[in-house]
């Protein structure tokens, strides 16, 4: 048996009025998930524990098989060693996204315009955090660049008692209410104020606003952790497998549960990723032997914080025909038994333009037990009407896998 799971970041929403008063997912055109719909089982889950911030650390450990309240020590810690971090029991690193405040003289006062500095090229990015450490690091203080606005602090024998909070969830509002809180927390907001007047004039930002892109103006520090001691997932499961993705949260999760990270080229976690690339890797990797994949794509989450409704569903469109099309039908070409599970992590509605902890609608296609139903379609509204419902991802995880229903 062959076990193939889509995870399409933040596709769950809410009704939207300019869309009749549909969800994204009623009026998308998905040929492929919505006959695997018919065809197999679907339904809701809640990825996100009661009391747990619903961020995709949490949702896509609950998704792997892994009890966010058992597993969880924090997000940036999974980042980190996707990175290739090398990390001791001791350290602990924080998330540093690169974000575009607006400018009004007090740092308190300004707003977050853009968690993710307008999508900024990683090329660029390495300049700017580059420059960041060379002027903030200490003997214990690292800044690491990674993937276009998501980058990594280090801080050797550090503190992570503070009450830090994500940009994603204060886009558009005023930042004073949502500094660093806690004892110490005044060191990590110096470093933040202090990258302000390190980026704000760079030639990298100067040559970005002249062409009329988002300046990447300041550092926003947050999901401070230590790394996790995650159960093999082999071991765990009795399956080797893959993780896909160009985030590095998602493939820190993979890697620290002993799977196999597959780097994509062009993979960029936005509506302009490589789909077709996961894909290919997706067939490739089983083609190797590997009996599991998981295929994180991250597109719909990021249409969602830009509130771009046109380009959430236009990013599902292109999942169903890039992404779940040729797997599916790779697996049917060959011949023997396969699973394809298809859900989002988390809800991203794009009203608020960030995560919530409502339950999500999956679909579970089984080679080896169609069941038909005409009625059946993927989306909120279908998934609370047929009645089955997990209370974790991670029993979700186990059914997928073979376990009892519990």
């Not at 499961?237 to 993979?254: E, F, N, T």
């Not at 469109?317 to 040729?326: F, G, S, T």
């Amino acid at each position: 048996m062959k076990y193939v799971l889509v995870l399409t970041d933040g596709m769950a929403d809410e009704k939207v009025e300019s869309l009749g008063n549909k969800t994204p997912l009623q009026v998308s055109k998905l040929s492929t998930v919505n006959d695997l719909a018919k065809r197999g089982e679907i339904g809701n889950v809640k990825t996100i524990p009661q009391g747990m911030a619903p961020g995709s650390d949490t949702a896509n450990l609950s998704v792997m098989g892994y009890d966010p309240l058992v597993y969880h020590t924090g997000r940036s810690p999974l980042e980190a060693v996707s990175m290739g971090i090398e990390l001791s029991d001791s350290d602990v690193t924080f998330r540093c996204n690169l974000v575009t405040l607006s400018e009004e003289d007090s740092y308190a006062e300004k707003r977050m315009i853009d968690n993710s500095a307008g999508e900024i090229t990683s090329e660029e990015a390495a300049v700017l955090v580059s420059h960041i450490n060379k002027s903030l690091s200490t003997e214990e203080i690292t800044f690491y660049s990674g993937i276009s606005y998501r980058h990594a602090m280090v801080w050797k024998n550090g503190m992570e008692d503070f009450d830090l909070t994500p940009p994603h969830d204060i886009l558009d509002r005023k930042i004073k209410a949502y500094l660093p809180k806690g004892k110490d927390s005044e060191f990590i907001l110096k470093m933040m104020m202090k990258s302000y007047e390190l980026l704000k004039d760079h030639p990298v930002n100067i040559k970005r606003q002249n062409e009329g892109l988002k300046p990447a103006n300041s550092a926003w520090i947050w999901g401070q952790g230590k790394r996790p001691q995650l159960n093999s997932f082999s071991e765990k499961y009795g399956l080797s497998g893959s993780v896909i993705s160009a985030v590095d949260l998602v493939k820190g999760i993979g890697i620290c549960a002993g799977l196999e990270s597959i780097d994509v080229q062009g993979a960029t976690g936005t509506i302009h990723t490589n789909f077709e690339g996961k894909a290919a890797a997706g067939i490739n990797a089983l083609k190797s032997g590997k009996d599991f994949i998981y295929i994180h794509v991250e597109a719909p989450d990021e249409c969602s914080h830009q509130g771009d409704c046109e380009g959430k569903i236009k990013s599902m469109e292109i999942i169903d025909v890039k992404i779940v099309k040729p797997i599916f039908e790779y697996l049917e070409s060959q011949q023997e038994p396969f699973k394809m599970l298809i859900l989002p992590d988390h809800p991203t509605p794009l009203s608020i333009r960030t995560h919530t902890s409502d339950p999500v609608p999956y679909v579970l296609y089984n080679s080896t037990k169609e069941i038909y139903n005409d009625n059946n379609a993927y989306d909120e509204v279908s998934a609370e009407m047929s009645g089955n419902f997990f209370e974790t991802g991670y029993a979700l995880m186990d059914y997928f896998l073979g376990s009892i229903k519990n």
